[in-house]
T-cell receptor, first 113, second 112 residues
Framework: DAMVIQNPRYQVTQFGKPVTLSCSQT?????MYWYQQKSSQAPKLLFH???????NEADTPDNFQSRRPNTSFCFLDIRSPGLGDAAMYLC????????????FGPGTRLTVT | KQEVTQIPAALSVPEGENLVLNCSFT??????LQWFRQDPGKGLTSLLL???SQREQTSGRLNASLDKSSGRSTLYIAASQPGDSATYLCAVILDSNYQLIWGAGTKLIIKP
């Protein structure tokens, strides 16, 4: 049974056209994370939510925003996608922030044309 | 600054062999270490998590060890199968932080 679900699995958007990626979880975990992963690179943390507390990494571009309307759902909004934003976007959850095992979703592959 | 290194970057072995993947880290003050598997174009699957107080964890044919003092972890795969072909990543969390610090991964190919 899927525990971290991401939709869509593949997303194509045009340069500059806003796009929203979705993540949901059935684990009832407190923390949700968004990562960006480019080809042959390790995942890069964009931000995370501890419950409703939003934590932005210092080098996350302003073009990226996130919303967490409830425990189960988290969204990644890219306001004006550029060609450099084409990547795999991974959502993860953990029970608590520090030291907890992180569980990842299958990812959304974003293509920018 | 914590750095995580995985050697080799790629490994190809015949089916049935036992193999070891290596992960080293520069700061021994880690909270835990996690091993992941990633298939091409897919998300990450958590394989094993070792707390800093533990020496090893086992799951099926996988065994992960941790030596904090030397800054090393190994992932042992017994009786390898073609389905084990994937990229294996290790990541650590520092005592003082929540963020996973990643190695670059080892791409494993098991030849039938």
């Amino acid at each position: 049974d899927a525990m971290v679900i991401q939709n869509p699995r593949y997303q194509v958007t045009q340069f500059g056209k806003p796009v929203t990626l979705s993540c949901s979880q059935t684990l009832n975990h407190n923390v949700m994370y968004w990562y960006q992963q480019k080809s042959s690179q390790a995942p890069k943390l964009l931000f995370h939510y501890y419950d409703k507390d939003f934590n932005n990494e210092a080098d996350t571009p302003d073009n990226f925003q996130s919303r967490r309307p409830n425990t189960s759902f988290c969204f990644l909004d890219i306001r004006s996608p550029g060609l450099g934003d084409a990547a795999m976007y991974l959502c993860a959850t953990s029970r608590v922030a520090r030291g907890s095992e992180q569980y990842f979703g299958p990812g959304t592959r974003l293509t920018v044309t | 600054k914590q750095e995580v290194t995985q050697i080799p970057a790629a490994l190809s072995v015949p089916e049935g062999e036992n193999l070891v993947l290596n992960c080293s880290f520069t700061d021994s003050a880690i909270y835990n270490l996690q091993w992941f598997r990633q298939d091409p174009g897919k998300g990450l699957t958590s394989l094993l998590l070792i707390q800093s107080s533990q020496r090893e964890q086992t799951s099926g044919r996988l065994n992960a060890s941790l030596d904090k003092s030397s800054g090393r972890s190994t992932l042992y795969i017994a009786a390898s199968q073609p389905g084990d072909s994937a990229t294996y990543l290790c990541a650590v969390i520092l005592d003082s932080n929540y963020q996973l610090i990643w190695g670059a991964g080892t791409k494993l190919i098991i030849k039938p």
